[in-house]
C-alpha cells in the first residue's frame, strides 16, 4: 500500500528542485529499474509482489508491494505497470588528468530531456566515458532523460561545469566543435582523444565558447550543396559524429 | 474568432482515423507552416493578424484571423502562439522504375511519432528522396510525426506498402538491414543504390522479411567487445547507417 504522501513525493521528483534537494532521482519500468539497481544507491522500490518475488535479492533501503494500479496512479509514465525506483545521485569527481587520454563528450546548453538522455546512450555504444555539460544543460536526473537513457546512464558519467573555464584550463586537449559552417568532417584531421562539443538544439554552440574550439567540423549532406534539412536533430549528429570519430581510430582511413 | 466546432475539428486531427476520413493533417507554429505552405495545398490557417499582414500573399482556401489565446486553445503544441494550418496530404504515386537508380529507406514498423518524424529529416539531409514505410508504421501524419520532420517532409516522399509483396517484386534491388547481429559495416560492401531497412524499435526487423535481405548489416560499438549500450534509437541508428553510405559513395573508400 502507497501513502498519498508516498505518492506526493515521487511525483515531486519530475521537478529539478526537488532532486536537487533531496539528490534523489526517479527510474521507472521493470528494465530500467533492473539496469539501475547494481550500479546505483536505491532508496525506494515500489513494486507488485509478483516483481519483488522474481528478482530473488534486492538492495533498498525500503521495498514497499503495491498494486498495479497504485503504480500507475504513481508513476510519470502511462505505461509504468510493475516497478518504480528512487535512486540516490551518485557524487561524481571529474578526474581531470585522464581526459587527454580519451574521447570526451561537451553538451552546450542542451534543451530537451530526450536529446541529452540519448546522447547518454550513444556515448555508452561508442565507449565514450565522460560527457560534460554546461550548467544550463537540461538536468540529466531529469526522468524522461534517465528514461532515454535507456540504463545508460550507469556507464557514463556525467558532469556540470563551466566550460569556458574548464576548457581554457585543459588547452592542451583538442576540441572539435559540429558548426553548420564548419570544414567537411570526412576531409579533416580527427584525433582518437579530444573533446567533441555539440550545442543547443536551436542556437548552436555559444559565442563565447566558440574561440576554444580548435577543429570546427560539419556533417557534410548529400548530394553537396544539394538542398536538405536546416539541420539534423542534436543526437543524431552526435551519433554521426562519434560514428565517424571510432571509425577513424579503428580503420585509420581518412 | 475561432468558433467551438472548428477548435474541435482541428483537435480531432490527431487522431488517424479523422485524418484518412478527411485527408488531411495538421502543422502548428510560424516555422513549420512556413515550410509547408510552397509545397502542400493549404485547407484552412488559423492565424494572428500580425503573421497574416507579415506574410504577402497566402495561398489558402480558408484564412481566420485568431487571438493568440484563441490558437493556444486550439492547438495540440503547448508552445503554438501564431499559426495553424490544416494542409491535404498529397496523393503520391511510388515510381518503381527510378528505384533501382537510388538509395531509398524502408521502415518495418516504426511506432514513436517523433522517430518517424526525425528519420524523414534524416532522410532529407542524406538525400534520401523515398521511404517506404510497413502499413503497422506510425502515419506520417501524426502531427507529432509532421513536427518532427522539421519541414522535411515538404521534399521526402512517404509511402506505405506491403514489403514482403514489394521486395519480393523489387528482388533485383539489394537489400541492407540493420541487425544487432549483422556484419560490421565499415567493413562490408555498401552500394550507391538499394534499400535500407530500418526495423521496429523493440523487436527490429519482422521475421518474414528477414529472408529478403542481402546484407545484414550493424553499427559496430567501441570498442569492439565491450559493454556498450544494448541498442541505438532507430533514428540515431538510421542516421549513422545512411551517413556510411553516402560518405562510401562520395569517397569511394571503404
Redesign the interface.
Known amino acids: 500500500m502507497i501513502s498519498k504522501s508516498k505518492i506526493r513525493f515521487i511525483k515531486s521528483l519530475d521537478k529539478k528542485r526537488y532532486r536537487q534537494e533531496t539528490g534523489l532521482f526517479l527510474a521507472e519500468g521493470n528494465k530500467l529499474v533492473s539496469d539501475l539497481l547494481p550500479y546505483f544507491e536505491c532508496e525506494s522500490l515500489f513494486a507488485k509482489p509478483e516483481w519483488i518475488a522474481s528478482r530473488g535479492k534486492i538492495t533498498a533501503k525500503e521495498i514497499v508491494e503495491v498494486s498495479e494500479e497504485e503504480i500507475e496512479r504513481a508513476g510519470l509514465l502511462k505505461k509504468t505497470r510493475d516497478v518504480i525506483g528512487i535512486f540516490v545521485q551518485p557524487k561524481m569527481v571529474l578526474e581531470k588528468e585522464t581526459l587527454s587520454d580519451e574521447l570526451s563528450l561537451i553538451l552546450d546548453g542542451i534543451q530537451d530531456p530526450?536529446n541529452a538522455g540519448?546522447i547518454i546512450?550513444?556515448a555508452?555504444?561508442?565507449?565514450i566515458k565522460n560527457v560534460i555539460c554546461s550548467p544550463d544543460t537540461v538536468d540529466i536526473y531529469n526522468p524522461k532523460t534517465i528514461q532515454a537513457t535507456?540504463?545508460?546512464i550507469a556507464?557514463v558519467k556525467v558532469f556540470y561545469a563551466e566550460l569556458v573555464q574548464l576548457l581554457a584550463e585543459l588547452e592542451h586537449i583538442p576540441v572539435y566543435g559540429t558548426f553548420l559552417e564548419g570544414n567537411n568532417m570526412?576531409t579533416e584531421n580527427l584525433g582518437s582523444t579530444g573533446f567533441i562539443v555539440m550545442g543547443n538544439e536551436g542556437n548552436g554552440i555559444r559565442n563565447e565558447l566558440k574561440n576554444r574550439i580548435h577543429h570546427r567540423i560539419h556533417?557534410?549532406?548529400?548530394?553537396?550543396g544539394?538542398?536538405?534539412?536546416?539541420?539534423?536533430?542534436v543526437?543524431?549528429?552526435t551519433?554521426?559524429v562519434c560514428?565517424?570519430f571510432?571509425?577513424r581510430?579503428?580503420?585509420s582511413?581518412?
Chains 1, 2 share one sequence.
Open positions: 530526450g540519448t546512450r550513444i555508452d555504444w561508442f565507449g535507456m540504463g545508460s556507464r570526412y556533417i557534410p549532406g548529400f548530394p553537396s544539394g538542398e536538405t534539412s536546416e539541420s539534423l536533430n543526437a543524431v549528429a551519433a554521426v560514428a565517424e571510432r571509425r581510430q579503428v580503420y582511413v581518412q
